[in-house]
């Protein structure tokens, strides 16, 4: 496998960073990650502008222009023949010295991204997933796409352990997201709800492309907060991420959503969704 690391593509074996990192002792680092479906990009300004925000809420310089980034994640996916798959990025604040909280004035990061092929297609979005209910413990600037993501990764053990693939994660009361996608359920009239945007959630780019579908297609979308308890007496529930792209949820806390199948409303936005994305509708 061939990685990019500051500057240079190298096999992966060669690619090695500092441990004084400010990625690997603070979590000072934005991440992205982007999909390519048959050779493309889905939605790279997006994820561009995302870093771009995240990048300066963090205070760390962005290191290339747009351009330069398109083109290292074009020469990456090359590179390793990924037709369809996730290209992950990570910007961190760089190694500097020791362990200096707030470091220098102004950081030279460390950048690094590898390629990984596989289908955005699977079995998961056909059958659909098991969620989990549990606490949000994340800290207050959700809508930034930082590496701090020991929540995330004890929430998917504890999914795991539960016999499921997600967590749901829980703030006063309220669904903030899934463990890595943006929550959605469908009401009794076919409505879609999903939490409006805040700090308290992360801008999710296929949110956005899934909104700007639905505005076209005269479905009626609601941005509010909804709690665990009407997302169990949903008709349907579903989360959207890059990685996953409409992920129908098919059980919470055991219990099943409906009839506990995919639905309908589900299926018809992953049908959108795919045709945006050029990919055969039976697919
Ligand atoms: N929310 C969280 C916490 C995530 O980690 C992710 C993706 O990793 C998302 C939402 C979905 O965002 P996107 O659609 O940009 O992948």
Redesign the pocket.
């Known amino acids: 496998r061939t990685v990019y690391l500051s500057g240079n593509f190298c096999p992966v074996e060669d690619a090695t960073i500092s441990p004084f990192d400010r990625g690997f002792l603070f979590a000072h680092a934005a991440y992205e ?1 982007t999909s390519v479906y048959d050779g493309r990009f889905i939605d790279m300004e ?2 561009l502008s ?1 870093l771009r925000r995240t990048l300066e809420g963090i205070s760390i310089p962005n290191p290339y222009s747009d351009e330069q980034w398109a083109e290292i994640h074009s020469e990456l996916v090359d590179k390793n023949g990924v037709e369809e798959g996730l290209v992950y990025l990570e910007v961190t604040g760089g190694a500097y010295g020791m362990r200096d909280f707030a470091g220098p004035e102004t950081f030279s990061p460390t950048v690094f991204l590898y390629a990984d092929a596989r289908p955005l297609i699977g079995d998961l979005a056909r059958e659909g997933i098991k969620a989990i209910t549990l606490g949000d413990t994340r800290w207050k600037r ?1 809508d930034m ?1 930082t590496v701090q993501l020991l929540s ?1 990764a004890l929430a998917y053990r504890a999914a795991r352990e539960a016999g499921a693939e997600t967590a749901f994660m829980i703030e006063d009361g309220l669904v903030t ?6 929550a959605w359920i469908v009401d009794a009239e076919g409505r879609l709800i999903t939490r409006e945007l805040s700090h308290s ?2 801008p ?4 956005a492309g899934v909104a700007s579908l639905l505005a076209a297609s005269g479905l009626e979308m609601v941005e509010r907060a909804f709690t665990p308890e009407e997302a169990a007496s949903a008709k349907e529930v579903f989360t ?4 996953a792209i409409v992920a129908p949820v098919v059980a919470l806390d055991g219990k099943p959503i409906g009839d506990g199948k995919p639905g309908p409303v589900t299926r018809r936005i992953q049908r959108l969704y795919y045709e945006a994305m050029g990919a055969d509708v039976a697919a």
Do not use: D, P
């Not at 997201?177 to 943006?182: D, L, M, R």
């Not at 959207?240 to 990685?243: A, D, L, N, P």
């Open positions: 990650v997006g994820h995302r959700r796409k995330q997201e899934a463990a890595s996608a943006n959630i992360l999710g780019i296929t949110r959207t991420s890059s990685g």
